[in-house]
């Protein structure tokens, strides 16, 4: 078996021929792509409209659209085989823009294809795949533009393709929750041009990845899913030529004990590695959104005008379509058991609404050896559900006749459930809900990562995590006393016995040889 150092040049040498390093980065500057689509007839249009454009790259890309049909980016559905629950984003709800079910119109602003309003879309079209979305080099496509009828300049757009980067990415996973950083906490448009106290990875003046850096894709297939993750990571360094291909887990370029210190490799059995590398999200220019009231949402002014209200730091805290919010910056991580296995609260099941809601939950435990701790965003906020039923509702927000548009709640949550399929009493109540979201992004340099007096500290950032026993954590300090005079009896073991070796080595020196 190689060692880890052999592991890692191994890395470092592929790394850099593709261009990820600062060597490969500078070596390929010039390098978009393996060819200048500016020269290709088949693009010099004119184009009127997105589905053109993909016809004329399936001419020579003939099988990427059929690849692109085969992935979650286009589906927007999945079934997580550890749980058996079908997932995705036309059948689950969360707690901030809450569903996708009757707002699709609205929503598949960020899928990858074209034309998507109704069930009339045709997944089985190739030409519905928008391949510029993720393609595009000149940062000036704009979807929103595209569908509504304005002009956009398709054929210097489409003459200008390349490689996916963080910009093309981040256009929809930065924007997640209906703006720039609501969702994730650890995803938002500093990471763009990130510098290396923001992610040592993503660094634009250092290494430079990519986010396809870590998500490597095989056939358009982008590895490492938010619905069925691998909480340990990769069980050894993954190479060029491995069978395991994925390299989005930490494990995958730095191994299960990457670090200098056994002790400090002793902790990854239990600690995912972004515990103590992602001290904090919410580090770059935005803050995340941490709390959204739907319960709230539908005041007006004076006039019956809509409302809009902000901080001092200019966010919004109120808005008469969405409700209350708080935002944070700088935010702690909250930390959880988590083994891989999310289960998720779906329309249609039961719920408990004189407590809080959650509508995911990571399984795991300390008795769990595929568990690790991982530092989580915890989202907060209240929304509707059917009173009678007892069921989580789907709200219809956008369009003519969305919410946002009437402020009637009887209509948006009686729409939402009949596209769902659900029924719906008519009662309307609003529950408190939590959703988490894992954190992998925004690796702070090594002399930024969380101290060890950061857990082993009374009220320290592992107070909360039940399961186990963090020495000076205070929480059995009968343990820790216990601890300690081990350790002190250890100590003055060693001292009397080393004492006493001296103190008598003297009278052995006289005796013959071969005396016992």
Same mark, same amino acid.
């Given at each position: 078996?190689?060692?880890?150092?052999?592991?890692?040049?191994?890395?470092?040498?592929?790394?850099?021929?593709?261009?990820?390093?600062?060597?490969?980065?500078?070596?390929?500057?010039?390098?978009?792509?393996?060819?200048?689509?500016?020269?290709?007839?088949?693009?010099?249009?004119?184009?009127?409209?997105? /589905?053109?454009?993909?016809?004329?790259?399936?001419?020579?890309?003939?099988?990427?659209? #059929? %690849?692109?049909?085969?992935?979650?980016?286009?589906?927007?559905?999945? +079934?997580?085989?550890?749980t058996g629950q079908l997932?995705?984003?036309?059948? +689950?709800?969360?707690?901030?823009?809450?569903?996708?079910?009757?707002?699709?119109?609205?929503?598949?602003?960020?899928?990858?294809?074209?034309?998507?309003?109704?069930?009339?879309?045709?997944?089985?079209?190739?030409?519905?795949?928008?391949?510029? +979305?993720?393609?595009?080099?000149?940062?000036?496509?704009?979807?929103?533009?595209?569908?509504?009828?304005?002009?956009?300049?398709?054929?210097?757009?489409?003459?200008?393709?390349?490689?996916?980067?963080?910009?093309?990415?981040?256009?929809?996973?930065? #924007?997640?929750?209906?703006?720039?950083?609501?969702?994730?906490?650890?995803?938002?448009?500093?990471?763009?041009?990130?510098?290396?106290?923001?992610?040592?990875?993503?660094?634009?003046?250092?290494?430079?990845?990519? $986010?396809?850096?870590?998500?490597?894709?095989?056939?358009?297939?982008?590895?490492?899913?938010?619905?069925?993750?691998?909480?340990?990571?990769?069980?050894?360094?993954?190479?060029?030529?491995?069978?395991?291909?994925?390299?989005?887990?930490?494990?995958?370029?730095?191994? %299960?004990?990457?670090?200098?210190?056994?002790?400090?490799?002793?902790?990854?059995?239990?600690?995912?590695?972004?515990?103590?590398?992602?001290?904090?999200?919410?580090r770059g220019d935005f /803050?995340?959104?941490?709390?959204?009231?739907?319960?709230?949402?539908?005041?007006?002014?004076?006039?019956?005008?809509?409302?809009?209200?902000?901080?001092?730091?200019?966010?919004?805290?109120?808005?008469?379509?969405?409700?209350?919010?708080?935002?944070?910056?700088?935010?702690?991580?909250?930390?959880?058991?988590?083994?891989?296995?999310?289960?998720?609260?779906?329309?249609?099941?039961?719920?408990?609404?004189?407590?809080?809601?959650?509508?995911?939950?990571?399984?795991?435990?300390?008795?769990?050896?595929?568990?690790?701790?991982?530092?989580?965003?915890?989202?907060?906020?209240?929304?509707?559900?059917?009173?009678?039923?007892?069921?989580?509702?789907?709200?219809?927000?956008?369009?003519?006749?969305?919410?946002?548009?009437?402020?009637?709640?009887?209509?948006? +949550?009686? #729409?939402?459930?009949?596209?769902?399929?659900?029924?719906?009493?008519?009662?309307?109540?609003?529950?408190?809900?939590?959703?988490?979201?894992?954190?992998?992004?925004?690796?702070?340099?090594?002399?930024?990562?969380?101290?060890?007096?950061? $857990?082993?500290?009374?009220?320290?950032?592992?107070?909360?995590?039940?399961?186990?026993?963090?020495?000076?954590?205070?929480?059995?300090?009968?343990?820790?006393?216990?601890?300690?005079?081990?350790?002190?009896?250890?100590l003055a073991g060693v001292?009397?016995?080393?004492?006493?070796?001296?103190?008598?080595?003297?009278?052995?020196?006289?005796?013959?040889?071969?005396?016992?």
């Amino acid at each position: 078996m190689a060692s880890p150092l052999f592991s890692w040049k191994i890395f470092l040498a592929a790394t850099i021929l593709a261009g990820l390093t600062p060597g490969g980065a500078a070596l390929a500057a010039g390098v978009i792509s393996t060819a200048d689509h500016s020269k290709f007839k088949e693009l010099e249009g004119p184009f009127e409209t997105g /589905p053109e454009v993909t016809r004329a790259c399936l001419q020579c890309h003939t099988e990427a659209a #059929r %690849q692109i049909h085969k992935t979650k980016h286009w589906t927007w559905s999945a +079934v997580n085989e550890r749980t058996g629950q079908l997932l995705g984003k036309r059948n +689950v709800i969360n707690n901030f823009c809450v569903s996708t079910q009757s707002n699709i119109a609205a929503c598949s602003s960020c899928h990858v294809g074209y034309g998507w309003k109704d069930d009339s879309f045709d997944f089985t079209a190739e030409e519905n795949v928008d391949c510029l +979305v993720c393609h595009d080099t000149t940062y000036t496509y704009d979807k929103q533009r595209l569908r509504e009828g304005r002009s956009i300049n398709l054929r210097l757009i489409a003459s200008k393709v390349g490689r996916t980067s963080r910009a093309t990415c981040g256009t929809c996973h930065f #924007r997640g929750g209906g703006g720039d950083a609501v969702k994730h906490g650890d995803l938002d448009p500093s990471m763009t041009v990130p510098d290396m106290f923001l992610d040592v990875h993503m660094d634009a003046d250092g290494l430079n990845f990519t $986010c396809s850096t870590c998500h490597t894709t095989d056939a358009h297939m982008v590895s490492g899913s938010r619905y069925a993750p691998n909480a340990s990571g990769a069980s050894r360094v993954v190479v060029p030529g491995a069978t395991e291909r994925s390299r989005a887990s930490c494990q995958a370029c730095h191994g %299960q004990r990457p670090m200098k210190s056994d002790k400090l490799n002793d902790h990854t059995d239990r600690l995912a590695c972004t515990t103590c590398h992602v001290p904090a999200f919410a580090r770059g220019d935005f /803050p995340t959104k941490t709390w959204w009231d739907w319960s709230t949402a539908g005041r007006l002014d004076a006039e019956g005008q809509p409302v809009s209200e902000l901080d001092a730091a200019e966010n919004e805290i109120y808005n008469s379509k969405k409700g209350d919010f708080r935002w944070d910056r700088d935010v702690l991580p909250e930390y959880v058991w988590f083994n891989g296995n999310v289960r998720y609260t779906l329309v249609g099941d039961r719920i408990d609404p004189d407590g809080v809601v959650a509508i995911n939950s990571f399984e795991g435990g300390a008795d769990d050896p595929d568990s690790r701790i991982w530092p989580v965003k915890v989202m907060r906020g209240k929304q509707p559900y059917d009173a009678v039923n007892l069921t989580m509702a789907p709200i219809h927000t956008t369009g003519k006749d969305g919410f946002w548009k009437t402020f009637d709640w009887q209509e948006s +949550v009686a #729409r939402g459930m009949a596209v769902a399929g659900a029924p719906f009493s008519g009662e309307i109540g609003f529950v408190e809900t939590t959703m988490m979201w894992p954190i992998a992004h925004m690796v702070a340099p090594v002399e930024k990562t969380v101290g060890c007096e950061e $857990c082993h500290a009374r009220n320290g950032r592992m107070a909360r995590l039940a399961g186990m026993y963090v020495p000076g954590g205070g929480r059995w300090p009968w343990l820790d006393y216990i601890g300690f005079g081990l350790a002190f009896l250890a100590l003055a073991g060693v001292l009397a016995h080393g004492t006493l070796r001296i103190v008598f080595r003297g009278g052995r020196r006289g005796e013959p040889e071969g005396v016992e």
